[in-house]
């Protein structure tokens, strides 16, 4: 409670330089569309590069407050960004559950332990995020204070679903095969799995808001495999119990809940039922069209091809015209790409994409400021 | 056309003896649905890893005529499917275009050559699939005369999309590197390439179809990895030309068309309105949605997820139901899998699967015959 009081105290509304990102969020007017990238502190950047080496491994970098404050920072000293986005992994909850997460060079995330029984499941503990996710709040209170105001603090967590997919898989997956059998022959199994996830993400999300974060992103990378019937069944549940759950003010804001389910467009309503503030959009989705169906209810973010960072200058600014144009004018559009930056792409190209936003998107509000 | 006359001498529509595949596709009366699975004929079955060892590599199992009918047939000796599908690859067309498609045991598909410059597109030479591609017609019509009329012989084709990814990046891709950056910044070149994929597909098509093809699907199996504005230019706008380029009908009945776009869910009214005659769903797609938003236009076909085949019988038999009861009563479904069965999956699964489609469709049908 001392270090909320605290935070209360270091920013009232009144204190963040640039808000557009939360102000977007709420469908409350910008003056220019705010933009952001998911994974923006990352390997594409040879100032990563160089600390992550500092750092060991991946876990070690996570771990270190000061080391993951300094990559956090990192882009936005490079480009005009409206936001930074906590650097941590998904997978932090089922590391504290004791599955033991690590990082294979190129391989992506591994546990030591996977989950192959209902025992396994009930021996799960409950996490209690100040205590067994402390390093992850000692970041976001650097990582915080460090910005002093500039721009607004995402945190974020992995949906239920998806950091299941991973303690049942061992890992990444492309057909989630065991995943998949509980599903559909020991549902409750699965069920308790969720269950005990969702408990923590709430309590791991809140915790993320008390040390900071001003607004959060609920990854659900993996919702995109499932049938519509278990996508609302085992993922979008649980994740608007998450919403539910989650402290809606913090230092005087409302604190906007973002779902981003890759491969979601076909749900969008279902998702914006949830009471999130905003739906993530995969690049497949048509934002011009997602907003005609949810945007009365919620804002969107996204959208652009990743890929596109591979393109032309050109043709990146005439993508990002062509997705601002579909969105239309007015607000309730944060610009971000369609899914994480790759490691391959030239920073260069990201102040391209950024500077776009912000230029095109003048026109879409008409504002007196 | 000797062969053709032949056909249709050999075949009036009331010969076939089980039509039920193409009712359905025609959204005419059936008393049961039909089933059929992508890649029906394959690896799950001991008899045809038996065949193709004799055979060889896989590309010689695809050109010796007999062998590939023998393994067309195995599956519909083993279980009660209501239509065949010609056993081949769906990149014979880069093939025969001078590519050189080979085969990397676990990899994938792989070509000698691949396309990198505006030359290389520009020096690809059209395909006369009755000359460089004779060895799929004589397979066509082998398959077809030994199926007596049984059931309806399916041929099929990669989209012209789908073949160029592979033409462009070299087999398999998860991202799509180069091929985007055509599409990106090149679209003139892409545009090139797709238009002579397309020619090549129509031919290819009409060539299976006189050689006693009685439907066609048409396999988009990365429309999904598009933006709505590139899928509708680089994918569904060549699907179409196919569609409308298509021999109508043939042997006195009509040539269903079918479109498969994977991770096409959210284009359902745009593949429609190609004049397609059904749209493959994959299995994230809510067939009882579909079928409201493009039912009175085309028949659906689909959509179980692949993973059910791992999971218990009964659990298969209860999603069934869950499949049949939400497309609802009346004709207009061809029961499959959202997408193609895999190596690991025990044939018993599949006959579980086959024969609850049969069973639980029954009362979908108010049929007095």
Known sequence: MESLATSLKQSAPSELKNDRLLRALLRQPVEITPVWLMRQAGRYLPEYRA????????????????????????????????????????????????????FEEGEGPRFRKTLTTERDVEALPATDSRRDLDYVMTAVRTIYSA??????????????????????????????????????????????LLDKLT??????????????????????????????????????????????????????????VILFTKGGGQWLEAMADTGCTAIGLDWTTNIGNARHRVGQDVALQGNMDPALLRASPAS??????????????????????????????????????????HKHSEKCHHLVS
Request: proline share 5%; aromatic share 10%; glycine share 10%.
């Open 51 to 102: 600390t992550r080496a500092k750092a060991g491994d991946f876990m070690s970098l996570c771990r270190n407050a000061d080391l993951a404050c300094q990559v956090t920072l990192q882009p936005l000293e490079r480009f005009d960004l409206d936001a930074a986005i906590l650097f941590s992994d998904i997978l932090t909850i089922p590391d504290a559950m004791g599955l033991g997460l690590y």
């Open 147 to 192: 910005l002093g105001g500039t721009v607004p603090l995402i945190g974020f967590s992995g949906s239920p679903w998806t950091l299941a997919t991973y303690m049942v898989e061992g890992g990444s997956s492309r057909e989630f095969i065991k995943v998949k059998q509980w599903l559909y022959d020991q549902p409750e199994v699965l069920h308790l």
């Open 199 to 256: 408990l923590s993400v709430i309590d791991y999300l809140n915790a993320q808001i008390e040390a900071g974060a001003q607004a959060v992103q609920i990854f659900d990378t993996w919702g995109g495999v499932l049938t519509d019937v278990a996508y609302r069944e085992f993922s979008l549940a649980y994740m608007e119990r998450i919403v539910k759950g989650l402290t809606p003010k913090a230092r005087g804001r409302e604190v906007p």
């Open 316 to 357: 990146i600014d005439q993508e990002v015209q062509r997705i601002l144009a579909d969105y239309g004018s007015g607000s309730g559009h944060v610009f971000n790409l369609g899914h994480g930056i790759t490691p391959d792409i030239n920073p260069d190209q990201v102040r391209v994409f950024v500077d776009a936003v």
